[in-house]
């Protein structure tokens, strides 16, 4: 499958791109870099310098926008990714140039030149995607179907009670993406905060080749972040596991696909996620086909998958 | 026990006064109205008839705002609760007079007179509760506790998919209540939801005394809006389950005592409550001592208990 990455690395992204470069299926054409766990200049710096540890150095890199649709970038996370955004791991740094064109401008040139077998993962806010979708108002029908890693339908948010930190980031593009009438799944942490690694898969990966050791490293910065919520170190796979969404490695076993608008208010919700679950309480709950398909759970555990695919990097 | 009832009856609201009149602790010293399945004057005059019904013509009932704090109230839910509020039943009219203050003057003087004896009960919008509050800035300290029938924290909404209807009604009100610094417990959608009426249990009413009896005539018109959402004839117990929480008769199971909000913005999730539940991925979640109890769950079915009181009426 042809793939557009819309990325922020980003720890989990780091994984993502690993599992996507790892994945025989996918045929990773193109990354665009987005402002969101880092700035996007060291989000595409970061995208580059991975792509040369997996030995992709091929795949082109476009550096997208720095500044949401409504509001500057403000400094990222890095009490959760690390001052460089990768958990402070120093990579040797690629030397590929970046493609000429933003991200957005890239994403419409590849949807453009193949149309109808572009799949869309975009795993950091949605600000490109929603620029993309105002270069061209036909990106919609171009695209196969788009995979989006972010909000919270019925879980709790993590950066506010009711926001996840991609929707957040950047609302009015979300609200763009999701209305545009192209097939979305939206992979939320009601799915993302059940699929973890564990101690034992951040040692098998310390343990590994090279590869696999360099994200092993970005990942025990992670785990220092994620052990004061889930009171043993271990993480959440949210990057990941929407990439194995996309390629169906993970199997959806639960998801709804109903209306999701996003609350672009200034109020205490601000960059929720609220889909139209009331139908739940129905035996059989009612179909919306133009609505976003909702994650709620996979059938197995993904972490045994995931550190299979990047072992073998 | 000591208790203020605010309502607004409401089919549901009639099962939660029948259920305190039953219950032997229960001392309900005074009953206000507001405006929310109907107007304030209706829900006043239909308390007032269910106080005749169930033999209890010397509580006083005390009208309050028809209009909510921010807007206008505009008509009600008569698809819901009938056009009379009480499932089209007409009931022989009660002829005491209303108490001469509005609820909100009332339930502050009931407040002073038995000052950290009150038990609030309020299964209606706020706004009674929220104006009685800028009456006598001290009410808060000068009652036992509230109970509120209200809110959706992780479940769907149901007047809209993120609110719940009492808190929609009056977010305004709800803000006020929930930051006034009393102990709050909040029984919304999440527990309600679940604890049901079934066919027998109406069938049972129908043909139990003529109390009981009048509220399965209520209930029919209850049962017809509810199977369209649940499948089969059935009712949410919404009301009674607070007012059940109050007595403790529902024994809370699964609760979080946790900051709420309430969004009283124009968006998408106007009306709704936030609760600050990121804590919850954490093997033990923090403790927010000046928060809302927020009730997930309780022990039992609750439909058995209720059934037995309301046929002992």
Redesign the interface.
Known sequence: MLVYLDCDPGIDDALALGYLLAHPDVELALIGSVSGNTDAATAAANARDLLELFGHPEIPVAVGRTDFLSHPYSGGAPHVHGNNGIGGVQLPGGAAPFAPGSAAEELVGLARSRPGELHVLAIGPLTNLAVALEIDPELASLVADVVVMGGAA?????VT??AEANIHNDPEAAAAVFAAGWDVTLVPLDAT?FQRFEQGDLDALLAGGPRAAALGRMLETYYAFYTQ????PSSALHDPLAAAVLTGEAVVSRASRV?V?V???????RG?T?????G?????APEHPEGVRVVFDIADPFAPQLLARLLAL
Chains 1, 2 share one sequence.
């Open positions: 019925l879980a709790p948010g993590n009670a009711a905060m919520h889930f009171g043993r209306p608008v609350d672009t208010g200034d109020g205490p919700g929720q609220i889909a139209e679950l009331r739940r309480y129905r035996p059989v």
